[in-house]
């Protein structure tokens, strides 16, 4: 059995048929989804959703929503994460993070703002006693940063690092805070060499699963930029594409699959503790 611990069943692209979306995972050994909203306009969807699919959720300002977002919303965010605290539903602070990858999002006010929100979350989610889903893009010393800072010495962080795509010694550093690492469709790329290098690298125990479903397709969903020009539509990912992902990284760190699924299913619980209770 399966774990995704980060999918958008709250999209918008599963608007018409996220309950037949979350059977069809079901069928193919998905046990349960961490749902992460991204902005307090979609909390309240959020939640209603993974309440309605027996799953969990986590609440969190996204750094693409900074832009037009003022600090109201971490007061949202706080008020929220007190309203729900005894919604067994209610796993982790997320999605937040910092992407440094947008070139409008590195430049002064917004690199500064985002950093700002990152950090606020990161106390919201320590005063709340939550894990926490982070976003990384082109942003993993300045994550490591905040995580530092905020935890203080010898803080042991609860979380998932999403979609990890950085250097051995960033991974190794994330580890040691705490944090799990999230890895989905990119690995499927043969041409994703530090990913796949960083699956047959790490200890096992520093592994979770994770799809970004309906975005970050594996391979036999993706369409090039030429296919799409040519008038391709891109395929949606869902939940239902981790079994086939599991099975490229089980050949690529030469294990069977039952071991990377008992491996994976322990290690998301260390990072999210909270879901512990909703697997029982």
Same mark, same amino acid.
């Given at each position: 059995?399966?774990?995704?611990?980060?999918?958008?069943?709250?999209?918008?692209?599963?608007?018409?048929?996220?309950?037949?979306? =979350?059977?069809?995972?079901?069928?193919?050994?998905?046990?349960? %989804?961490? +749902? *992460?909203?991204?902005?307090?306009?979609?909390?309240?969807?959020?939640?209603?959703?993974?309440?309605?699919?027996?799953? #969990?959720?986590?609440?969190?300002?996204? *750094?693409?929503?900074i832009k037009n977002t003022d600090q109201q919303a971490l007061q949202i965010l706080d008020e929220a994460l007190t309203?729900?605290? @005894? @919604?067994?539903?209610?796993? /982790?602070?997320?999605?937040?993070?910092?992407?440094?990858?947008?070139?409008?999002?590195?430049?002064?006010?917004?690199?500064?703002?985002?950093?700002?929100?990152?950090?606020?979350?990161?106390?919201?989610?320590?005063?709340?006693?939550?894990?926490?889903?982070?976003?990384?893009?082109? #942003?993993?010393?300045?994550?490591?940063?905040?995580?530092?800072?905020?935890?203080?010495?010898?803080?042991?962080?609860?979380?998932?690092?999403?979609?990890?795509?950085?250097? @051995?010694?960033?991974?190794?550093?994330?580890?040691?805070?705490?944090?799990?690492?999230?890895?989905?469709?990119?690995?499927t790329f043969e041409r994703a060499l530090q990913i796949r290098h960083l699956l047959k690298f790490l200890p096992l125990?520093? &592994?979770?699963?994770?799809? @970004?479903? *309906?975005?970050?397709?594996?391979?036999?969903?993706?369409?090039?930029?030429?296919?799409?020009? /040519?008038?391709?539509?891109? #395929?949606?990912?869902? *939940? #239902?594409? +981790?079994?086939?992902?599991?099975? +490229? &990284?089980?050949?690529? =760190?030469?294990?069977?699959?039952?071991?990377?699924?008992? /491996?994976?299913?322990?290690?998301? %619980?260390?990072?999210?503790?909270r879901i512990k209770s909703l697997l029982m």
């Amino acid at each position: 059995m399966w774990i995704d611990t980060h999918c958008h069943l709250d999209a918008p692209e599963f608007s018409s048929d996220y309950e037949q979306v =979350r059977a069809k995972a079901a069928n193919n050994n998905v046990a349960h %989804c961490i +749902i *992460p909203a991204v902005h307090p306009e979609t909390f309240d969807r959020t939640r209603k959703i993974a309440h309605e699919l027996n799953d #969990s959720f986590a609440l969190g300002i996204h *750094p693409l929503y900074i832009k037009n977002t003022d600090q109201q919303a971490l007061q949202i965010l706080d008020e929220a994460l007190t309203q729900h605290a @005894d @919604d067994s539903r209610l796993v /982790a602070v997320g999605e937040i993070g910092l992407d440094f990858f947008v070139p409008e999002l590195c430049k002064t006010p917004l690199r500064e703002k985002q950093i700002f929100f990152y950090r606020e979350q990161l106390k919201l989610a320590k005063k709340h006693g939550l894990a926490v889903i982070v976003h990384v893009r082109h #942003s993993a010393d300045q994550l490591l940063k905040g995580l530092r800072d905020i935890g203080g010495p010898d803080f042991q962080w609860h979380g998932i690092i999403h979609a990890f795509n950085g250097s @051995d010694q960033q991974a190794t550093q994330f580890v040691q805070l705490g944090m799990k690492l999230g890895f989905g469709g990119a690995v499927t790329f043969e041409r994703a060499l530090q990913i796949r290098h960083l699956l047959k690298f790490l200890p096992l125990e520093a &592994i979770v699963l994770e799809t @970004d479903a *309906p975005d970050m397709p594996p391979q036999w969903l993706y369409k090039t930029k030429v296919e799409r020009q /040519a008038g391709a539509v891109q #395929s949606r990912n869902q *939940p #239902s594409e +981790i079994t086939r992902i599991a099975n +490229i &990284i089980a050949e690529l =760190r030469g294990i069977k699959l039952e071991s990377l699924a008992q /491996a994976c299913w322990q290690n998301s %619980c260390d990072a999210v503790p909270r879901i512990k209770s909703l697997l029982m």
